[in-house]
């Protein structure tokens, strides 16, 4: 476990040497970057191939979903991109938000007990945010690439936390793991993940896993969409494109994370724990 929270050394580049890391994974870390995601993008346009990992230690410039800004303390996250260029037909990529948000609830699922994951990949301790994805498509000379950014809050205090609904692992637990520990365990389980789906595109079995993780499905939600009223009922599934399904007492709506701007629990339904799904 990590020292007290006002003590945030730098990440051990002994402890995420090759022999750690999953084949083909290319490693940088810095000291500072605006955005990660936006690094990586610029060199995915340039042709860097497949694999890299750009960490910073400090973001000052971040984005998150709906162009939301994100920063972070120094050394208080652990914040990364990591550069793919998924052999799968364009219209499965939207599984990639899925799977990236399933493989931090598959690590953060052997520190804490309470964590759940928010359709699309918001991951949750105490129903509370600990982690942000992006995940954003780039053309290139030598293809589409996808840049995925993830943001892990692990040393926040809560005086240092964004918003109330945020939280991170030393808030939610009293301590959090190594970051070095973290960024390997995330590196094997998305690596895994990807692999797995380039295999099966239509993400079968991952598919299943994921509803059975994911705590949105089975509670009543209201949906905020963008140029329509509000989309309230149960979501009872997720569908073979990763949409989120809604069943509104007349019909099942289907819809995707880029057609949405929020889904929340609805007032008339209960948080379902993570006892539920084991």
């Known amino acids: 476990m990590s020292a007290p929270s006002e003590h945030r050394p730098p990440l051990d580049p002994g402890r995420l040497g090759p022999d750690r890391l999953p084949a083909g994974v290319r490693l940088e870390v810095v000291d500072a970057s605006p955005s990660t995601n936006a690094e990586v993008a610029r060199r995915a346009v340039a042709g860097e191939p497949a694999g890299l990992v750009?960490?910073?230690?400090h973001q000052t410039a971040g984005r998150g979903r709906l162009d939301r800004v994100w920063t972070t303390p120094p050394r208080a996250c652990l914040t990364f991109s990591v550069l793919l260029r998924p052999e799968v037909p364009m219209p499965r990529w939207p599984w990639l938000p899925l799977l990236t948000g399933y493989a931090v609830w598959e690590v953060l699922r052997e520190h804490t007990l309470t964590v759940g994951l928010k359709w699309p990949n918001d991951v949750l301790v105490a129903d509370r945010k600990v982690a942000g994805i992006l995940v954003e498509r780039h053309e290139t000379p030598v293809g589409p690439a996808a840049v995925v950014g993830i943001g892990l809050n692990v040393t926040l205090t809560?005086?240092?936390l964004p918003v109330p609904t945020?939280?991170?692992?030393?808030v939610a637990d009293g301590a959090a793991p190594p970051r070095e520990d973290l960024l390997v365990g995330l590196l094997d389980r998305l690596t895994a993940g990807v692999a797995a789906w380039e295999a099966d595109p239509a993400a079968d079995r991952q598919r299943a896993a994921y509803a059975r993780a994911c705590t949105?499905?089975?509670r009543r939600v209201r949906v905020e969409l963008p140029a329509s009223p509000p989309l309230v009922g149960r979501a009872v599934d997720i569908d073979p494109g990763g949409r989120l399904v809604v069943d509104d007492g007349e019909r099942l709506v289907p819809v995707g994370a880029g057609d949405v701007v929020h889904v929340r629990p609805d007032a008339r339904t209960s948080y379902r724990s993570d006892s539920e799904i084991r």
């Open 158 to 160: 809560e005086d240092e």
């Open 166 to 170: 945020a939280t991170s692992l030393l």
């Open 216 to 218: 949105t499905v089975g």
């Open 54 to 57: 750009l960490v910073t230690e």
